[in-house]
T-cell receptor, first 113, second 110 residues
């Protein structure tokens, strides 16, 4: 399965600032997915990013708060904008492993103070 | 939407004991998946189940796709300390949508 690299692995940020998380895949993929995992919680899909088009956001997530870029078939970024402590979570990049399962990066652990 | 109910929420067991966890839903899934997440890492796929009634093993792990397609269980036999982590079930639909359970946090005491 694809190797997914995420940067940074963790960060501590001041409220009101923004953080951009990078995701690099070692093979070309059509769709890339961004998930949020709040402390002690399960995985929630934020958005699906296709190359050459705007990302599709899930209910409860908006582009102004979580802008996404997908400049090519191996790379994507997720920005967490105007952060508040409630944004403290693990953010995970994911790609389809096959038609019915997904692989995940190691995640970015974000703490907002 | 289709929700997955995963239980138990957490387990504290002795090394060598067997473990069982399950997921249920009111909706039908086409594929059931079981992931494990170690601290500081992303989830890693353990077992994928594709057909109702399917029973699949991966070493000490055994999982089954329920005959109604609305449930699945994961068993771990003879637990060892490195089994510690969070186990997630996930269900997959035809439209490429996936749902995750809330996770089972496993602690293994040596």
């Amino acid at each position: 399965s694809a190797v997914i690299s995420q940067k940074p692995s963790r960060d501590i940020c001041q409220r009101g600032t923004s953080l951009t998380i990078q995701c690099q895949v070692d093979s070309q993929v059509t769709m890339m997915f961004w998930y949020r995992q709040q402390p002690g919680q399960s995985l929630t899909l934020i958005a699906t990013a296709n190359q050459g088009s705007e990302a599709t956001y899930e209910s409860g997530f908006v582009i102004d708060k979580f802008p996404i870029s997908r400049p090519n078939l191996t790379f994507s970024t997720l920005t967490v904008s105007n952060m508040s402590p409630e944004d403290s979570s693990i953010y995970l990049c994911s790609v389809d492993r096959d038609r019915t399962s997904r692989s995940f990066g190691s995640g970015t652990r974000l703490t907002v103070v | 939407g289709q929700q997955l109910n995963q239980s138990p929420q957490s387990m504290f067991i002795q090394e060598g004991e067997d473990v069982s966890m399950n997921c249920t839903s009111s909706s039908i899934f086409n594929t059931w998946l079981w992931y494990k997440q170690d601290p500081g890492e992303g989830p890693v796929l353990l077992i994928a189940l594709y057909k109702a009634g399917e029973l699949t093993s991966n070493g000490r792990l055994t999982a089954q796709f329920g005959t109604t397609r609305k449930d699945s269980f994961l068993n771990i036999s003879a637990s060892i300390p490195s089994d510690v982590g969070i186990y997630f079930c996930a269900g997959h639909y035809n439209n490429n949508d996936m749902r995750f359970g809330a996770g089972t946090r496993l602690t293994v005491k040596p």
